[in-house]
């Protein structure tokens, strides 16, 4: 007996039946297939969902994803008269009725704690913005970013907050937003996946990430974010077992892909067809991520801009620089996470560390994506999951304070892919502790993300379950039209 014949032809009910609903499902999956497996094949058609909605200014996103939420206090949000309100009570009148976490709320007093560190002016004119000097570097390329003042979330812990940011909803299962844009837009770089994640660590406290921040929830597997890692094998089992060599791999795979091929047309599992578009993006992969990890062809002018902590990969600086890397190769989401942006402590000692770590690096991504034409057509966000209290949690003196998480208004920055450069939009009452002036939710982040995209965020949706869902979920949210080209 043929085991392949065996294995395709021997049923029971539950597959029988399977089987004969989804007949139309498996002519669609056996002709996505042949497109995703042919040498000449074209890349993942993205014309069956009609994108783009509208025309396009970006073509993929980098998103520095900072990790425990940063300071709108001591880094975007300047507010000089709060040295007249140190060690006194933030008046109940700006509180209002926000609770505060158990880190805060048995301590009595709420003395207001302005940032130690001075801001200063960039750009060289009147309306230059104002950045903290711990990031005089991202302050070099104020001209370049459009910071937002006033983003909101309800989200009050690390957890539910990340998960908010990174996937339009609180509770994990959902599709990150990478996830959403690779079904969206395809691939553009069929050795490559469409959506990469990297990881760098802090110098603070950091909380714990999950794969569910990239992962694909129920849109197809494929989707989801491939993590590289700092390590010698930058993905996961992506070299050949001892005793294998890449012949026998495709050979391998070919067989598994042929058993997976019949087992996709008999049932119409877009599942299986999800597995058999990953054993041959990881089998590409071989090929393509050594050229992509090794940096011998980069100059030792651009080496030197990112600074000295380029050369230790897993470092923010390395990723950085991958991202470039990834950019030019076509990636559509690359995404970034920096830990340890939760400065409940010691702000004072942390704070600078952790500044230190992303400043440069961060500055140079975009001198290099300028210099070498890919800023126009590459949306690059900054920014955490909420703020931070402008009281301080714990003792406060002129050199040592703390904060705690701070939902109600924070701070976050974009460049290049349609962004208007140079500007701030939004603004926050004296404390840095209310939006005052046009507050923006991660629902309306996101839509504008995908609005760069050229994607309209309504009719970007996937059925499951019976619903239609979409990133940008049922709640009101909009475009932020006044900070685009």
């Not at 940032?115 to 000097?133: A, I, T």
């Not at 390329?141 to 339009?168: D, K, L, R, W, Y």
């Not at 391998?252 to 087992?263: A, Q, V």
């Not at 990133?471 to 909009?478: A, D, K, Q």
């Amino acid at each position: 007996m043929d085991p392949l014949y065996d294995f395709t032809f021997n049923l029971n009910r539950r597959q029988l039946l399977n089987r004969s609903v989804m007949g139309g499902l498996a002519l669609l999956g056996s002709t996505a297939l042949q497109q995703l497996l042919g040498d000449e094949a074209p890349q993942v058609a993205t014309n069956r969902l009609g994108i783009p909605h509208i025309p396009p200014k970006a073509k993929r996103v980098i998103y520095l994803y900072q990790e425990g939420a940063p300071s709108q206090v001591d880094t975007f949000d300047y507010k000089p008269n709060l040295q007249e309100w140190f060690d006194k009570d933030l008046p109940q009148s700006i509180r209002g009725t926000q609770r505060l976490t158990g880190m805060t709320s048995g301590q009595g007093r709420l003395p207001v704690a302005p940032s130690m560190f001075p801001f200063k002016r960039f750009d060289n004119h009147q309306d230059g913005l104002w950045v903290n000097e711990l990031l005089s570097h991202t302050g070099s390329v104020a001209h370049e970013i459009c910071v937002i003042h006033s983003m909101m979330t309800e989200q009050i812990n690390h957890g539910p907050g990340i998960t908010f940011m990174q996937t339009g909803h609180q509770l994990p299962g959902r599709p990150s937003i990478g996830a959403w844009l690779s079904y969206g837009l395809g691939n553009a770089n069929k050795d490559l996946p469409a959506f990469v994640v990297m990881i760098s660590q802090g110098r603070g406290q950091m909380q714990a990430l999950f794969s569910h921040l990239w992962g694909a929830g129920f849109l197809p597997g494929e989707h989801q974010g491939v993590q590289f890692r700092a390590a010698s094998d930058a993905v996961l089992y992506l070299n050949n077992p001892k005793g294998m060599n890449r012949e026998d791999r495709r050979r391998t795979l070919d067989l598994i892909g042929e058993m997976n091929r019949r087992h996709a047309e008999q049932n119409g599992d877009e599942q299986v067809l999800a597995r058999i578009a990953q054993y041959e993006m990881a089998y590409r992969m071989q090929m393509s991520i050594p050229s992509l990890t090794q940096l011998g062809d980069e100059t030792a002018a651009t080496l030197e801009m990112y600074g000295p902590d380029v050369h230790k990969p897993g470092s923010y600086a390395y990723n950085c620089l991958m991202a470039r890397r990834m950019a030019e190769r076509g990636v559509r989401f690359i995404q970034l996470y920096h830990r340890g942006w939760d400065h409940h402590g010691s702000v004072p000692r942390d704070l600078p560390m952790q500044c230190q770590d992303v400043d440069q690096a961060q500055a140079a991504l975009l001198r290099d994506l300028r210099q070498r034409g890919l800023l126009d057509d590459t949306l690059v966000v900054w920014g955490g999951e909420f703020g931070r209290t402008v009281f301080s949690q714990g003792a406060l003196t002129k050199t040592q304070y703390g904060r705690d998480h701070h939902p109600r208004c924070f701070s976050i920055w974009m460049a290049g892919g349609g962004i208007k450069p140079g500007i701030t939009y939004g603004k926050t009452d004296e404390f840095a502790y209310n939006v005052a002036e046009n507050p923006v939710s991660a629902h309306d982040l996101h839509a504008t993300m995908l609005h760069c995209l050229g994607i309209d965020h309504e009719r970007l949706t996937y059925k499951s379950q019976g619903l239609d869902f979409r990133l940008t979920g049922v709640e009101p949210s909009r475009v932020i039209r006044e900070i685009l080209t």
